[in-house]
């Protein structure tokens, strides 16, 4: 285990799965978080979200954060994408700090908040018919986006399922709809907020593979956060671990397994070691006063 930030990468970045990519030494972080607090102000009262998050992640990290509820982890999400501005600290994103809301980012959440009124394949091109500069290209060929869309959906498993509506889904491929909603604009960031946690587990497995294959091909930096920690260590090249509110991050593992990963690794004795080394570390973390 390793306190802090971690290191800032050096001109190769070798991922876990044998990517590499030669980057210029002085590219810029894909985000960053230097002291970051948040307070929300109500009338009744403040409360501290967010305290001291430092953190640094590499352009097409795979990062996830486990946490219990209520300890700041979607409040993190927000400011990554310029939904909430710090109030102490700053958030960088590819090397400029963040102002406002973000377009080069994706989010999917647990809730896939999909429209009723509009098919599986429309609700995927929501965000080309209401972002700029999406919304002008989008508008100018169609049927170019259409296609992408498409091809999401079939990536996916959703061959023949494009004009249903979300009613007409289950669970599962709602929240496939809602990634492929979140990667349509081929963001460089994807933000998952526990997005597969009202899923059953057989279901919710299915996903990882999903995701990560879905990641791979794109290459995109991904922050996850989760309360599953099996689901932490499964996807991610980094696993965070956040304390109770305010949260703070308290502790950082590297996941070296080899990708592609599949569940039957989640058996082996490397995962399981890690798996009880990071209970450990929240254990403690509960245990603070
Ligand atoms: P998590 O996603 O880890 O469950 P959140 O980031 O949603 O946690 O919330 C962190 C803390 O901030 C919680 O105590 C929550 O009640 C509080 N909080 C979240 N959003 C608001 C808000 N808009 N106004 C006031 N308090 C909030
Ligand atoms: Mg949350």
Known sequence: MNLGPGPVPGPFLSMADGRSA????????????????????????????????????????????????????????????????PSQGEVRVEGRPVRGPLK??????????????????ENVLLPLEIVQPYRREYRRDRAKYRSTALDLLSSVGLDGFADRNPW????GMQQRTSLCRALVHQPAILLLDE???????????????????????RNCT??????????????????????????RLVSRTEV??????????????????????IRRQIGEVREAP
């Open 104 to 121: 080069i980012v994706g989010m999917a959440f647990q809730n896939p908040t999909l429209l009723p009124w509009r098919t599986t394949l």
């Open 222 to 247: 991904v922050i996850l956060v989760t309360h599953d920690l099996r689901e932490a260590i499964f996807l991610a090249d980094t696993v965070y671990v956040m304390s109770r509110r305010p949260g």
């Open 195 to 217: 997005p597969f946690g009202a899923l059953d587990a057989f279901t919710r497995e299915e996903l990882w593979l999903v995701l990560q294959r879905l990641c791979s091909e």
């Open 22 to 85: 030669v980057r210029n030494p002085n590219s810029p972080l894909a985000v960053e978080f230097a002291g970051v607090g948040l307070t929300y102000a109500a009338r009744d009262g403040s409360t501290l979200a967010l305290e001291a998050v430092d953190l640094a992640v590499r352009p097409g990290e795979f990062v996830a954060i486990v946490g219990p509820s209520g300890c700041g982890k979607t409040t993190f999400l927000k400011l990554t994408s310029g939904l909430l501005r």
């Open 256 to 277: 070296a397994f080899p990708r592609p990963r599949g569940l039957e690794d989640c058996f082996t004795s490397q995962f399981l070691e890690l798996f009880q080394d």
């Open 168 to 171: 007409q889904l289950s669970g």
